[in-house]
T-cell receptor
Framework: ELKVEQNPLFLSMQEGKNYTIYCNYS?????LYWYRQDPGKSLESLFV?????AVKQEGRLMASLDTKARLSTLHITAAVHDLSATYFC????????????FGEGTQLTVNP | DSGVTQTPKHLITATGQRVTLRCSPR?????VYWYQQSLDQGLQFLIQ???????AKGNILERFSAQQFPDLHSELNLSSLELGDSALYFC??????????????FGEGSRLTVL
């Protein structure tokens, strides 16, 4: 059974600082997705990583994928308050078709 | 706006009751997925339909059932409700059903509270 683990689960950081969220998964895959969720809201797609070594950047967020290590990272640069949200990684397996298995989520709070 | 529409947004009901949640996928998407999000279980996959047929089943209770209609909208039926069924229920859609299908697009969710 595929397990997707994120750490940390809770992250409180100051504006202007950098930090990285880690997503480990237990079964080989080269399909990794990052989503953002604001409290009580829907999941918004941030990044789609489709191969080993893939790197995508949008504003202060950068995501990467290492399929050999079964690890994806979401790096936050010079955090701002607007980035406060819960971030989920999700993995797709060949054996599971198109469905996604989600990590537990990382609740990020950026303090002024 | 993802293009996935869910109704109702909020629902409060009593234990033992039955409710139906509705989802309209993005235009052109044939796959519909249902996920349950609760504080203790996180985001759990319940079931997937593709073009009217059940395609994959996850951690869906026997008290729950779903279907996808010819117009591609889907309904999730929850019966004999228990307190523990209180959660946010998300519908998502995608164009296809295989591994190489693109990302899933999520609706705003239906928040179910069972009292």
């Amino acid at each position: 059974e595929l397990k997707v683990e994120q750490n940390p689960l809770f992250l409180s950081m100051q504006e202007g600082k950098n930090y990285t969220i880690y997503c480990n998964y237990s079964t080989t895959s080269d399909r990794l997705y990052w989503y953002r969720q604001d409290p009580g809201k829907s999941l918004e797609s941030l990044f789609v990583l489709l191969s080993n070594g893939a790197v995508k950047q949008e504003g202060r967020l950068m995501a990467s994928l290492d399929t050999k290590a079964r690890l994806s990272t979401l790096h936050i640069t010079a955090a701002v308050h607007d980035l406060s949200a819960t971030y989920f990684c999700a993995v797709k397996l060949v054996t599971s078709g198109s469905r996604l298995t989600f990590g537990e989520g990382t609740q990020l709070t950026v303090n002024p | 706006d993802s293009g996935v529409t869910q109704t109702p947004k909020h629902l409060i009901t009593a234990t033992g009751q039955r409710v139906t949640l509705r989802c309209s996928p993005r235009s052109g998407d044939l796959s519909v997925y249902w996920y349950q999000q609760s504080l203790d279980q996180g985001l759990q996959f319940l079931i997937q339909y593709y073009n009217g047929e059940e395609r994959a089943k996850g951690n869906i209770l026997e008290r729950f059932s779903a279907q996808q209609f010819p117009d591609l909208h889907s309904e999730l039926n929850l019966s004999s409700l228990e307190l523990g069924d209180s959660a946010l229920y998300f519908c998502a859609s995608s164009a296809g059903t295989g591994f190489y299908t693109g990302e899933l697009f999520f609706g705003e969710g239906s928040r179910l509270t069972v009292l």
